[in-house]
């Protein structure tokens, strides 16, 4: 018989070196690798031996499904195969593992043959899992936005295959609606093992080395946490970094309500995490300090909330508070509500200094807030529409 053309070409590849230079039993030995491979590959699972089979074929809901397992007669033949493969590590694998065997051709063809068979059956079988479908199940329109709901997803995702969905998920990025992805994104990157995260972040990394594109940017860093902002590739993340602190320093927002510098907005989260911190507090400050009152509205309708965490050097601190305190002497009712709204976010610090700085600001009778100690702080100006851009 000739071996090569009665089984599939990657089962061939895999024992031809051994089986034409006849170590026949190591050629058998191959062919087991290679079927415990397929497993593993198939059914996104880890795993070695019997307990591999067992988390591949068993089970009520099986990882892989032979047929539909709709009547008693698939569901035999689902668990007669799981019993059979047991039997391959147990008969065929393991002996030969553990002892010297010397095998013929005409066993070696037997063998093989069979596992070729296994194997063209367990490429056909039906997966539980696929990406397409897991895909659909992050952007149905039903798709709760909870940490608790991506954790039930995600926990459905065989651990060998989460690299895959997540590789899909951001190439799909720009299909759908990501703002619904909040608690999702998070969750998954926290579940790649730092492997998987590696080869997840260098598709990222290939993407923002080269593009211009503003959605193409915008949308890779809602598929990013800033906590692995520091994994991507240097070069993407410098060249990144440098065109999103070019647009907070042009960055305005105009009576009208429009935006200039939009792309920029997105970075607020991450410019804690950058390289260029202490460019990205320089250019805040600087819009805090500017005269025209749309650059500082800039900054409070998209940063004040995480300035502390950016601006963190004494010199910084001193000349941010200053121009905060500037702003607000100057009637500058945007920046007043920014810090109504977030200063009970703020350092113990840089509240005390405020409140100190803005003492005769502050309406006892219609204060903007309380700070801790009790004290009011400015007074309850209008509210304004801070919505992102887009």
Avoid at 46 to 51: E, L, N, P, S
Avoid at 210 to 227: G, H, K, N, V
Wanted: proline share 4%; net charge negative.
């Amino acid at each position: 018989m000739n071996l090569q053309t009665h089984i599939p070409e990657p089962l061939w590849n895999a024992v031809s070196a051994s089986y034409e230079s006849e170590n026949f039993s190591h050629a058998i030995l191959e062919a087991t690798y290679f079927l415990g491979a397929l497993l593993r590959d198939r059914a996104g699972v880890d795993g070695d031996g019997a307990a591999l089979v067992g988390q591949a074929l068993g089970g009520e809901s099986p990882k892989l499904k032979l047929n539909f397992l709709q009547t008693e007669s698939e569901k035999n033949v689902q668990k007669g195969f799981e019993q059979i493969l047991r039997g391959i590590y147990q008969g065929i694998r393991n002996p030969r593992s553990h002892e010297a065997t010397t095998d013929t051709r005409e066993t070696a063809d037997a063998v093989i043959h069979f596992l070729g068979y296994v194997v063209r059956l367990l490429a056909a079988s039906r997966e539980t899992f696929t990406v397409d479908d897991f895909v659909s199940r992050v952007f149905d329109p039903e798709f709760v936005e909870s940490k608790r709901y991506a954790e039930l997803i995600l926990s459905e995702v065989p651990k060998l295959r989460l690299a895959d969905a997540a590789i899909a998920l951001y190439r799909t990025r720009k299909k759908n609606d990501l703002r619904k992805l909040r608690y999702f994104v998070p969750v998954l990157l926290d579940v790649l093992n730092p492997q998987q995260l590696t080869t997840y972040l260098s598709i990222v990394s290939n993407e923002l080395k080269t593009t211009t594109d503003d959605t193409d940017i915008r949308t890779s860093l809602q598929m990013l946490t800033p906590a692995v902002w520091g994994q991507i590739d240097e070069l993407p993340r410098l060249r990144i970094e440098n065109k999103l602190i070019g647009g907070i320093r042009s960055g305005q927002v105009s009576v009208s309500g429009k935006t200039s510098q939009a792309l920029a907005t997105w970075s607020n989260d991450f410019l804690k995490s950058f390289s260029q911190q202490s460019e990205a507090a320089s250019a805040l400050i600087g819009r805090l300090e500017s005269t025209d009152s749309a650059a500082r509205h800039y900054v409070a309708k998209f940063f004040m909330r995480i300035l502390p965490e950016v601006i963190t050097t004494p010199r910084q601190i001193t000349r941010c508070i200053r121009a905060l305190v500037a702003a607000v002497n100057a009637d500058d009712a945007h920046v007043s509500q920014a810090l109504i709204d977030v200063i009970h976010m703020f350092p113990e610090e840089w509240e005390k200094q405020l409140g100190k700085d803005l003492k005769e600001k502050a309406n006892d009778e219609n204060p903007g807030t309380y700070l801790r100690d009790g004290s009011p702080f400015l007074s309850s100006p209008s509210k304004f529409d801070d919505d992102i851009p887009f």
